[in-house]
C-alpha cells in the first residue's frame, strides 16, 4: 500500500514513526526538545520577562528520561530510513551531546557536525556566561555500510562561490516577516527555525522528489521548505494547534520550476571519458605535447592514450594520472585537472576537452 505523502500527522512521534513503512524516506530532519532545564524566570537587565522555551514539551524529569526519549525516536527514525539515506538533528549545549552518543550507539554513522553561527543572538542578560551563539547540527548516515548516501558537493560549492562549503555556517534567528504570530502577536513557536537553514539541508543531502520526514514538525518550517523546492514531506506533531499553523503555511507556499530546483549534478555522476577517446576523436593527436599550468614540467601523448616523460626524476610513461604523480614525486595526481594543452589563448587542462566529449553524448 503507497505511503501518503505531503502530509502532517497528529500524535506521538515515536508510535507514528513506527506506524510508517520500513526503508520509506530519504532523509529526516530533526529539531528535537532541547531539554533547556530552565529554573525560573530568565529576565532582562530592566526586568522585563524574556519570552524563552518553558512549554511542557520541553520538560523532562531527568536525564535519564530524555536519553530514554531520545533513543526511542532515533530508532524509530532509524528503521523508516532507506539504507542510503541520513538524518539530521539540531541541538544547544544543553542536549547535543546526549544526542551524539544516543546516535551512535543506535548504529547511526557520523558524517559531519555543523556550527549554525548566529548573527544575532540572544545576549546573556545576566553576564554570567558567554553568549550562547551558536548551534550544532550533526549529519548522520544510516549506517557505516552506506557508501552511496545523498551529498550534492557541486551544489554545496556553487552556493559557496566555488569553494568547498565548510562546516560552519553564518545565519540570522528566524525574524521579522518569517516569523509566525499567533493571534496574540506573540511567537507561533518558540524555536521556529529560519528556512535557510533547512533550505541548506535540504540541498546539501537530498534531491527533488525525495520524502523528507521531520517528527518534531512544529509549524512546519521543514515542509515549507520541501515543498517549494519539490521534496515530498511527512510531517509530525504532537500539537494540534502548531500542526494547524503548519497546515495553513504549507497550503499558501507555490513549489518552484523542477529545472529551477534540480542540483548541479557531481562529476562522479557524469559518464566516464577514458584519456583514449580525446585520442580516437582527434582532440589530442599522438605526439602532442602536454604540460602543467606551469609549463616546467611536460609528458608526450602517445596512440594507446598513455603518456611518457623524462625529468630529474626518471622516465616514466603510464596513464595521465600516474605519470602526472611520478613527475611530481607525488602519491597521486588527478591528471585531468594537472595536464594541460596549448590553445589560442594559453594553456588549458585537458578536462575541457572530456567535457566537449560529453557534452556530444
Not at 122 to 133: D, E, V
Not at 181 to 207: I, Y
Not at 272 to 284: H, M, Q, S, T, Y
Not at 304 to 322: F, P, Y
Request: aromatic fraction near 8%.
Amino acid at each position: 500500500m503507497p505511503m501518503d505523502k505531503d502530509v502532517i500527522l497528529v500524535g506521538d512521534c515515536v508510535e507514528l514513526m513506527n506506524g510508517l513503512p520500513a526503508g520509506s524516506v530519504d532523509m529526516v530532519f530533526a529539531d528535537p526538545p532541547y531539554n533547556l532545564q530552565l529554573g525560573g524566570d530568565l529576565l532582562r537587565p530592566d526586568n522585563s520577562k524574556v519570552d524563552a522555551v518553558d512549554d511542557d514539551w520541553d520538560k523532562f524529569a531527568d536525564f535519564a528520561r530524555y536519553d530514554s526519549f531520545t533513543h526511542a525516536w532515533l530508532k524509530a527514525a532509524r528503521r523508516v530510513l532507506r539504507p542510503e539515506g541520513t538524518l539530521w538533528v539540531i541541538g544547544s549545549y544543553h542536549n547535543v551531546f546526549r544526542i551524539g552518543t544516543a546516535l551512535q550507539d543506535e548504529g547511526y554513522w557520523l558524517l559531519n557536525d555543523i556550527i549554525w553561527r548566529k548573527t544575532n543572538p540572544m545576549p546573556n542578560f545576566k553576564g554570567k556566561r558567554f553568549t550562547n551563539a551558536h548551534e550544532t547540527l550533526i549529519w548522520a548516515a544510516r549506517d557505516r555500510q552506506a557508501k552511496r548516501y545523498t551529498f550534492n558537493y557541486e551544489a554545496m560549492k556553487e552556493l559557496n562561490e566555488g569553494l568547498q562549503m565548510r562546516s560552519d555556517w553564518l545565519f540570522p534567528l528566524c525574524t521579522g516577516g518569517e516569523r509566525l504570530k499567533g493571534e496574540d502577536g506573540k511567537k507561533a513557536h518558540p524555536t521556529q527555525k529560519p528556512e535557510a537553514l533547512l533550505f541548506r539541508c535540504l540541498m546539501a543531502a537530498s534531491n527533488p522528489g525525495d520524502t523528507i520526514l521531520d517528527p518534531f514538525f512544529g509549524t512546519g518550517t521543514t515542509g515549507a521548505v520541501a515543498k517549494r523546492h519539490r521534496r515530498h514531506f511527512i510531517g509530525l506533531e504532537r500539537d494540534p494547534t502548531y500542526a494547524a499553523i503548519a497546515r495553513k503555511r504549507i497550503a499558501d507556499i507555490e513549489p518552484l520550476l523542477l529545472e529551477d530546483v534540480a542540483p548541479k549534478p557531481s562529476k562522479r555522476s557524469e559518464p566516464r571519458i577514458p584519456f583514449g577517446v580525446l585520442i580516437e576523436a582527434g582532440l589530442l593527436n599522438p605526439g602532442t605535447r602536454l604540460s602543467d599550468h606551469s609549463g616546467r614540467l611536460h609528458a608526450r601523448v602517445h596512440a594507446d592514450g598513455t603518456l611518457s616523460s623524462s625529468n630529474a626524476l626518471g622516465e616514466h610513461r603510464g596513464s595521465i594520472h600516474q605519470v602526472g604523480a611520478a613527475v611530481q614525486g607525488a602519491p597521486a595526481c588527478n591528471g585531468w585537472t594537472f595536464w594541460h594543452f596549448d590553445a589560442e589563448g594559453g594553456r588549458r587542462p585537458i578536462d575541457q576537452l572530456r567535457q566537449q566529449v560529453r557534452a556530444g553524448l
